[in-house]
């Protein structure tokens, strides 16, 4: 049977195509089984298909440096543009058939990529929660009673459970970066006009942008490299000139502590403290600002005239197709349409929209800002029992960002996080893409793993030297649970061995924290019979660390009453 990973990316896809492990025929076999096996988690509107897949696939040339994408399966959210396979925006009322695919559609395909499917959305990409649609609630990639994120919650799911290596969504209030952290990806919003939304169905038209999600930073910005580029069609379109990656001269925190919310909040709490205190060791000057200007022009978006874009657009289709539109989604547009949304109204937002604008320019001039992706999360249960107060709560700390002109990439916190995931979100202006990339890319270096040592790496000991060479960090000394024996080990030198058996006991160990960029340096100093697993701790915790194969103890003296080494 063929390997796959669960996660697709592509750098692993490239790998196997270019050793001749792996055809595109064989990854589109490997998607439908899981997208079959996903089917209950409502991720698609238009399901990977054979037929869909093979038609891009069979067009395919000669693997080559001409299609630096070659062969890598994508997903598109449902308000995007697929030529020949209907675009619904989650209303199968207000479906239509392209005759053409979308600008960035085509650009990606044009680069080699296949497309996979049509993902599910928050209906007319109206929602943070992935809950708003008639095709179903969209359940998170790694628990079904918790929420996806939305609008583009059928784009994450579908990475996240290894149906495509990327994905496209939409974001114009947090789309393409709550879902990305729910589901530990990485969403990447492009600056306001840098990819086209020719062929994308429009939420506020002036603040949409086509964003990706993708399981590495590095993923993203290769596929932004192919995506980006200016439309003479697409009246929002923009050039920005190429810079290189380099830190910011400063990063700013918000000054007040965020709000965190949810029945998780202490532990999303503790994960920004975790993030914050990463960040101040980046080697930037980091300064905290008052988050209040950017919360005040997020709530232009919806609580002033704005809306009324969103009512613009799709006024027709919702006034004669009342009963066909999601019931929080229709109230959300005709607000749009209220008589206090006037004109003047409109302008006097847009003027204080303009002072925003200008005083984030002042501010984030050679800087970025970084905030949590959001507070919290619930649950699909929570959401429908109060969907309005959950949604306005999940945006909390995006609305602000296309309406101040800035782009933006949110990181997962952890990760390998799949219990409660927690990211955060490195703002920036339109022009200063390279210094979130290098930002985004500095922290996620420094994420580490909590490694537990019963020997000679313990702190004080002879190879503590062996960890802090690599930028380990001691935590604390406890000690494992109740089921491990301890063997001093026939091996020169002498070394510990560490077996999980019945009839154990509480053995003395150390906690280290090892930067997952040097965990490769360090296990490669690791040799038989030790090995690397999962050890659990007396508080029920379970962390990777040294442990012993089997064999090895038979003529070892067990040492187990010592509990120490």
Same mark, same amino acid.
């Given at each position: 049977?063929?390997?796959?990973?669960?996660?697709?990316?592509?750098?692993?896809?490239?790998?196997?195509?270019?050793?001749?492990?792996?055809?595109?025929?064989?990854?589109?076999?490997?998607?439908?089984?899981?997208?079959?096996?996903?089917?209950?988690?409502?991720?698609?509107?238009?399901?990977?298909?054979?037929?869909?897949?093979?038609?891009?696939?069979?067009?395919?040339?000669?693997?080559?440096?001409?299609?630096?994408?070659?062969?890598?399966?994508?997903?598109?959210?449902?308000?995007?543009?697929?030529?020949?396979?209907?675009?619904?925006?989650?209303?199968?009322?207000?479906?239509?058939?392209?005759?053409?695919?979308?600008?960035?559609?085509?650009?990606?395909?044009?680069?080699?990529?296949?497309?996979?499917?049509?993902?599910?959305?928050?209906?007319?990409?109206?929602?943070?929660?992935?809950?708003?649609?008639?095709?179903?609630?969209?359940?998170?990639?790694?628990?079904?009673?918790?929420?996806?994120?939305?609008?583009?919650?059928?784009?994450?799911?579908?990475?996240?459970?290894?149906?495509?290596?990327?994905?496209?969504?939409?974001?114009?209030?947090?789309?393409?970066?709550?879902?990305?952290?729910?589901?530990?990806?990485?969403?990447?919003?492009?600056?306001?006009?840098?990819?086209?939304?020719?062929?994308?169905?429009?939420?506020?038209?002036?603040?949409?942008?086509?964003?990706?999600?993708?399981?590495?930073?590095?993923?993203?910005?290769?596929?932004?490299?192919?995506?980006?580029?200016?439309?003479?069609?697409?009246?929002?379109?923009?050039?920005?000139?190429?810079?290189?990656?380099?830190?910011?001269?400063?990063?700013?925190?918000?000054?007040?502590?965020?709000?965190?919310?949810?029945?998780?909040?202490?532990?999303?709490?503790?994960?920004?403290?975790?993030?914050?205190?990463?960040?101040?060791?980046?080697?930037?000057?980091?300064?905290?600002?008052?988050?209040?200007?950017?919360?005040?022009?997020?709530?232009?978006?919806?609580?002033?005239?704005?809306?009324?874009?969103?009512?613009?657009?799709?006024?027709?289709?919702?006034?004669?197709?009342?009963?066909?539109?999601?019931?929080?989604?229709?109230?959300?547009?005709?607000?749009?349409?209220?008589?206090?949304?006037?004109?003047?109204?409109?302008?006097?937002?847009?003027?204080?929209?303009?002072?925003?604008?200008?005083?984030?320019?002042?501010?984030?001039?050679?800087?970025?800002?970084?905030?949590?992706? $959001?507070?919290? &999360?619930?649950?699909?249960? +929570?959401?429908? *029992?109060?969907?309005? =107060? !959950?949604? @306005?709560?999940?945006?909390?700390?995006?609305?602000?960002?296309?309406?101040?002109?800035?782009?933006?990439?949110?990181?997962?916190?952890?990760?390998?996080?799949?219990?409660?995931?927690?990211?955060?979100?490195?703002?920036?202006? $339109?022009?200063? &893409?390279?210094?979130?990339? +290098?930002?985004? *890319?500095?922290?996620? =270096? !420094?994420? @580490?793993?909590?490694?537990?040592?019963?020997?000679?790496?313990?702190?004080?000991?002879?190879?503590?030297?062996?960890?802090?060479?690599?930028?380990?960090?001691?935590?604390?000394?406890?000690?494992?649970?109740?089921?491990?024996?301890?063997?001093?080990?026939?091996?020169?030198?002498?070394?510990?061995?560490?077996?999980?058996?019945?009839?154990?006991?509480?053995?003395?160990?150390?906690?280290?924290?090892?930067?997952?960029?040097?965990?490769?340096?360090?296990?490669?100093?690791?040799?038989?019979?030790?090995?690397?697993?999962?050890?659990?701790?007396?508080?029920?915790?379970?962390?990777?660390?040294?442990?012993?194969?089997?064999?090895?103890?038979?003529?070892?003296?067990?040492?187990?009453?010592?509990?120490?080494?």
């Amino acid at each position: 049977m063929k390997f796959f990973p669960k996660k697709l990316s592509l750098k692993w896809i490239n790998q196997a195509y270019d050793n001749n492990e792996l055809t595109p025929y064989e990854l589109v076999d490997e998607i439908l089984k899981r997208a079959e096996e996903n089917k209950d988690k409502n991720i698609w509107i238009v399901a990977p298909s054979r037929e869909l897949m093979e038609k891009y696939i069979s067009k395919l040339p000669p693997r080559s440096e001409d299609k630096p994408l070659w062969g890598i399966p994508f997903a598109i959210k449902d308000n995007i543009d697929l030529e020949g396979v209907p675009t619904t925006a989650a209303c199968s009322e207000y479906s239509y058939m392209p005759k053409k695919s979308a600008f960035v559609v085509q650009k990606l395909i044009d680069a080699g990529a296949f497309p996979v499917g049509k993902t599910n959305l928050d209906q007319f990409a109206t929602g943070l929660v992935g809950t708003r649609s008639p095709y179903g609630e969209v359940h998170n990639a790694y628990d079904d009673k918790m929420i996806s994120g939305g609008s583009s919650s059928g784009s994450a799911v579908s990475v996240a459970l290894g149906m495509a290596a990327f994905s496209l969504g939409t974001d114009t209030a947090g789309s393409g970066r709550v879902p990305a952290m729910l589901n530990t990806l990485v969403g990447f919003k492009p600056s306001l006009g840098a990819w086209s939304t020719s062929g994308v169905v429009p939420a506020c038209a002036s603040l949409d942008c086509v964003t990706v999600f993708a399981n590495s930073l590095e993923d993203t910005e290769t596929v932004n490299q192919y995506a980006k580029g200016y439309d003479t069609e697409c009246v929002w379109s923009k050039e920005y000139e190429d810079k290189g990656k380099k830190l910011p001269e400063k990063i700013y925190l918000p000054l007040e502590e965020p709000a965190f919310f949810g029945d998780n909040a202490d532990v999303h709490k503790a994960k920004w403290y975790s993030a914050t205190e990463r960040i101040k060791k980046l080697g930037v000057k980091v300064e905290y600002i008052d988050y209040k200007m950017f919360y005040d022009a997020a709530l232009i978006l919806y609580d002033g005239a704005y809306v009324a874009e969103r009512w613009a657009d799709l006024k027709e289709f919702v006034s004669e197709n009342e009963d066909k539109v999601f019931p929080v989604t229709k109230k959300i547009l005709q607000s749009g349409g209220t008589e206090e949304k006037t004109a003047a109204r409109l302008f006097e937002d847009l003027h204080m929209l303009q002072y925003y604008r200008h005083k984030a320019k002042e501010i984030l001039k050679n800087a970025v800002m970084v905030m949590p992706t $959001a507070g919290g &999360t619930f649950t699909r249960e +929570q959401v429908r *029992e109060d969907p309005v =107060k !959950t949604n @306005s709560l999940m945006g909390l700390y995006t609305n602000h960002c296309n309406l101040l002109d800035l782009m933006a990439v949110a990181v997962p916190e952890n990760t390998q996080d799949k219990n409660l995931p927690f990211g955060i979100t490195i703002f920036g202006l $339109a022009d200063s &893409t390279n210094l979130v990339l +290098q930002t985004a *890319e500095s922290f996620l =270096k !420094t994420e @580490s793993i909590d490694f537990a040592v019963c020997g000679l790496h313990k702190k004080g000991y002879a190879l503590e030297s062996q960890l802090t060479e690599l930028g380990a960090e001691y935590i604390e000394s406890t000690a494992t649970a109740k089921e491990y024996k301890l063997y001093k080990l026939n091996t020169n030198p002498i070394k510990p061995g560490l077996v999980r058996a019945e009839n154990g006991e509480n053995i003395n160990i150390d906690i280290f924290k090892i930067p997952v960029s040097k965990l490769g340096s360090f296990m490669s100093n690791i040799s038989t019979p030790l090995s690397i697993g999962n050890v659990e701790l007396i508080d029920g915790r379970r962390v990777k660390g040294f442990l012993c194969e089997e064999y090895a103890v038979k003529d070892a003296e067990d040492i187990t009453s010592k509990k120490s080494f």
